[in-house]
């Protein structure tokens, strides 16, 4: 990979601004080692000035030197910058895409998408719609808020053969900086997509849950949510084991214990079921949009 690259994402909102600031902490720390990172400036245009100073304010003081910040200046970030992350919400990339120098800007160059809902080859199509100029190389790059501390589960889709192999694998240091990576098919990309952000997102309800309980048992919520953490934690290594959902409930109930009350009252309620229905509603949704 060559080093000295400049990075711009278009749009850094939530999720830009979380990949951003975890690449910087895990890739620009003093801990770090001092071999030349692949990246070492970084454009990040928001849509407005606005959105442009809340990323500043979250941008450490040690990193400030390697980051411009702009707001309404696409296609000057895209000139100036060697790859691209696409990070803008995805109802907006028409508008993006279509812009008049949009074309020439990306022409050749390594366009990271983390727009839900959106192929490469719509991508591809807005950017170039009549194949006039060198296309640009898309690849596509789901990660979840997880990003900001390292602990991202980022879904990659499995590149086309035309890539050239240092744009691959410079997709693979930034993302596998700011936590996991895995490669999935195009198929199999939209579920995927459902599922990394479902699984941040619709967890915290029975989380909130678990600590509603325990403030109404006169449990501090600051106390119970301390208990709550180590013990995903705990689960999530139990799981990393190899031990299957249901074979974790059963070794933790035990003969008219506490435990198997709280998972009789959630089996009454069909709160599995309702998970599942969340997912498939999920990608339903996101067949529909694509």
């Known amino acids: 990979m060559a080093s000295g690259q400049t990075l711009g994402f278009i749009g850094c909102g939530n999720m830009g601004g979380a990949v951003l600031n975890g690449l910087l902490n895990s890739a620009f720390s003093k801990s770090t080692s001092t071999t030349p990172n692949p990246i070492n400036r970084f454009i990040a245009c928001t849509k407005t000035a606005s959105s442009a100073s809340r990323l500043q304010t979250s941008i450490a003081p040690e990193y400030q030197q390697l980051i411009k910040i702009v707001s309404d200046q696409t296609v000057q970030t895209m000139q100036e910058a060697d ?3 696409l990070a803008c919400k995805p109802f907006m990339a028409e508008a993006v895409l279509s812009e008049e120098g949009v074309r020439d800007a990306l022409a050749g160059k390594l366009v990271i998408s983390m727009l839900a809902g959106q192929s490469c080859e719509t991508l591809t199509n807005l950017i170039n719609p009549d194949a006039s100029a060198d296309p640009p190389h898309l690849m596509k790059a789901i990660p979840n808020m997880g990003a ?41 990309i939209g579920l995927a997509t459902v599922l990394i952000g479902a699984t941040m997102a619709t967890l915290t309800l029975p989380i909130e849950g678990l600590l509603d309980g325990c403030v109404a048992e006169g449990f501090k919520r600051g106390d119970a ?3 709550v953490l180590q013990g995903i934690r705990g689960l999530s290594a139990v799981l990393e084991s190899g031990k299957h959902p249901a074979s974790v409930r059963e070794s933790i109930s035990s003969p008219r214990g506490c435990t198997i009350q709280t998972l009789l009252s959630l089996e009454k309620a069909g709160t599995r079921s309702d998970f599942a229905e969340a997912i498939v509603r999920g990608n339903t949704h996101l067949k529909e949009k694509m």
């Open 225 to 227: 949510m301390e208990l």
């Open 83 to 85: 790859i691209i992350i």
């Open 148 to 188: 900001q501390f390292g602990e991202s589960m980022t879904i990659i889709e499995t590149p086309a053969s035309t890539i050239p192999t240092p744009m691959v694998e410079i997709t693979e240091w930034i993302f596998k900086h700011v936590g996991a990576v895995k490669y999935l098919g195009a198929e199999h």
